[in-house]
C-alpha cells in the first residue's frame, strides 16, 4: 500500500486519475480504488450471466486448424490436422481439439467471425479490438470490456480486484485501455513468469514483508486514533470503510486462497495439465469461484529451458507452422521465429487441455451455469501456407467459442467457403462479441457512460448480440 492516502472526496477527474497513475497497485491508491468501486450502480436488464471468463489466445490462432477444419481444400494448403467426431452428432473440430470435442455438447462455435474494415490486422490493434469491442481506429478510444461491465455493475467480491488479467504480462498486455473511463477502472494483472511456480504469489495484493502482521495491525490502530481526533473537523467515516476495506484485503485469506494452487487436488492440477497454461486457466476459475466479476486469461508459454528457441510462444505461426519442434529463424527475425509448431504440447497439446478441463471443472462445481467462457483471439490465419510454410495474419474469417450462462451448446454458429477464407453465412464482429457480453450481464445497451466532462458515450452500439448465444 502507499504511504500516503488522500481521502475520497467526490467524483476523479481524467487529470487527476492519471495523477495519481502508479499510487497503488490499481492506479489509485486501494481505498480510493474501493471507493471508485462503491459508486458502480448495478445493472436492471435481466441477466443470464453473473461473470464473465475470457481466454484470449494471443496471436491469431488458426481457426482452420482447430475449430474449423477444411478437409476439401487444396492439398498443398490444407492443415495436416485431420477432422475429428465431436460428442456432438454432425459437428467436427480437428485432431487437435480432441479433449475439446469431448465437451462441444457446452460449447457454441461462432465460424464466422470476421473484422468489418480494414486497421486491425496487426496484433497490437487486433488484441485491442478484441478486448474492447471496438475498431481501434474509432474518434473515441474505448475502455475493455471488462473495464465498461465492472464500471456499471461493480462486484460481489470484497477482497479482490473486479477485472483481473491472469497473467497480462505477454507483449500485448500493453492492448488493455480504460478509454474515457477513470484509471481506478484498469484491469488488474496478476503477472508471473510461470504461474505452475509453487513460489508465484501475486505481490501487488499481499502487504510488503516488513510491513506484515503486527506492523500492518498497528498502522491500522494509528490510523484509527488519527482520524478519531479530526472526525470533528471533516467527514472521515465515509473513507474509513474504504480504508478498512483495504485493510481487509491486505490480511484477507479468500486473497490468498485464490492464487493458491497448492490448495487444489493433485487430480485437478493433472486435468488441467502440467505447466504455465494450465495453472493460468486454473487461477481463473478459482477466481469465479471467489465471485471476481470479469477475468481474462492471457497466456503464452514462457521461455525457459525446456522449450529452446522458444522465446515467443504465441501463435504467431508465420513460419513452419507444422514443424514438430521449434520454428528456428528461418527469416532472421522477420515473420514467426521463437514459436513451436501449432501441435507441440506447449501449444495445441497444452491448450487444448486446460480448455477442455476448464469447461469440465466450471460445470461439475456449478459455476458455469452464471459464468459467460469466452474463446478467443484477435484474427485467423490465412487459407494458403505462405513461402515460408506458415500463414499469415487473416481478418476475413476465424472463429470463436462461448459456454456457460444459458449459451446453447453443441452448436456451430456461421460458416466459411471450402478455402476457410471467407465468411459465407452469419457474418459477426468483434463489436457483436462485446454486445453478447453486455446482454448476457444483463446491461442496458441504451443507457450511457459519461466522460470525465460530462460526455455521454453509447458504448454498445455497434454490435448487436450474436443470436446463437443467447
Not at 475502455?143 to 488479467?165: F, H, N, Q, W
Not at 496478476?190 to 510488503?208: E, F, M, Q
Not at 521449434?326 to 507441440?344: F, L, V
Not at 462479441?433 to 455497434?462: C, M, V, W
Request: charge should be neutral; aromatic fraction near 8%; glycine fraction near 10%.
Amino acid at each position: 500500500m502507499t504511504s500516503k492516502l488522500t481521502p475520497w472526496t467526490g467524483s476523479w477527474s481524467r487529470r487527476r486519475a492519471l495523477q495519481v497513475g502508479s499510487a497503488g497497485v490499481l492506479g489509485l491508491s486501494l481505498p480510493q480504488w474501493l471507493a471508485v468501486q462503491a459508486q458502480a450502480a448495478a445493472g436492471k436488464g435481466k441477466s443470464a450471466a453473473k461473470n464473465v471468463l475470457v481466454v484470449l489466445e494471443q496471436g491469431g490462432l488458426s481457426h482452420l486448424d482447430t475449430w474449423d477444419p477444411k478437409p476439401e481444400a487444396v492439398a498443398e494448403h490444407r492443415s495436416p490436422f485431420k477432422p475429428i467426431a465431436t460428442n456432438v452428432p454432425g459437428i467436427q473440430f480437428t485432431e487437435l481439439l480432441a479433449n475439446t470435442a469431448r465437451v462441444a455438447d457446452k460449447l457454441a462455435v461462432v465460424r464466422s467471425m470476421r473484422h468489418p474494415k480494414a486497421g486491425a490486422n496487426g496484433h497490437p490493434d487486433g488484441t485491442q479490438y478484441m478486448l474492447s469491442g471496438s475498431h481501434p481506429t474509432s474518434p473515441m478510444e474505448m475502455p475493455d470490456i471488462g473495464c465498461v461491465a465492472t464500471k456499471i455493475l461493480g462486484s460481489e467480491c470484497r477482497d479482490l480486484p473486479p477485472y483481473i488479467m491472469v497473467p497480462g504480462n505477454d507483449e500485448q498486455n500493453a492492448s488493455a485501455r480504460t478509454g474515457f473511463l477513470p484509471a481506478s477502472s484498469r484491469v488488474f494483472k496478476t503477472g508471473g513468469h510461470d504461474v505452475s511456480d509453487p513460489k508465484w504469489k501475486v505481490a501487488d495484493l499481499l502487504p510488503r514483508g516488513e510491513n506484515a502482521g503486527p506492523r500492518l495491525n498497528g498502522r491500522r490502530e494509528i490510523l484509527a486514533s488519527i482520524d478519531s481526533r479530526f472526525a470533528a473537523a471533516r467527514n472521515v467515516d465515509g473513507m474509513d470503510r474504504f480504508y478498512s476495506q483495504a485493510f481487509d484485503t491486505l490480511t484477507s485469506s479468500r486473497v490468498d486462497a485464490a492464487f493458491n494452487l497448492q490448495s487444489e487436488s493433485a487430480a485437478t492440477r493433472e486435468l488441467y495439465g502440467k505447466g504455465h497454461r494450465g495453472a493460468c486457466y486454473l487461477v481463473a476459475r478459482k477466481l469465479i469461484e471467489a465471485n471476481v466479476r470479469f477475468v481474462t486469461v492471457d497466456v503464452r508459454w514462457p521461455f525457459s529451458e525446456e522449450v529452446p528457441g522458444g522465446f515467443n510462444l504465441n501463435w504467431d505461426h508465420h513460419d513452419l507452422i507444422y514443424t514438430s519442434g521449434s520454428c528456428g529463424t528461418i527469416r532472421n527475425k522477420a515473420g514467426g521465429e521463437g514459436r513451436y509448431g501449432i501441435g507441440h504440447w506447449v501449444m495445441m497439446g497444452s491448450t487444448d487441455r486446460a480448455f477442455a478441463a476448464l469447461i469440465q471443472d466450471m460445470d461439475q462445481r456449478g459455476l458455469l451455469a452464471e459464468t459467460l467462457v469466452c474463446f478467443i483471439t484477435e484474427f485467423g490465419r490465412t487459407p494458403r501456407l505462405n513461402a515460408f510454410q506458415g500463414r499469415d495474419h487473416w481478418e476475413h474469417a476465424y472463429s470463436i467459442a462461448f459456454a456457460g450462462a444459458g449459451t446453447p451448446g453443441g452448436r456451430v454458429i456461421g460458416k466459411t467457403d471450402a478455402d476457410g477464407g471467407y465468411v459465407l453465412d452469419s457474418p459477426h464482429t468483434p463489436e457483436d462479441y462485446a454486445s453478447t457480453i453486455y446482454e448476457k450481464l444483463g446491461i442496458d445497451r441504451d443507457q450511457p457512460l459519461y466522460t470525465s466532462t460530462n460526455r455521454p458515450i453509447l458504448f454498445g452500439h455497434a454490435g448487436e448480440p450474436i443470436a446463437g448465444v443467447m
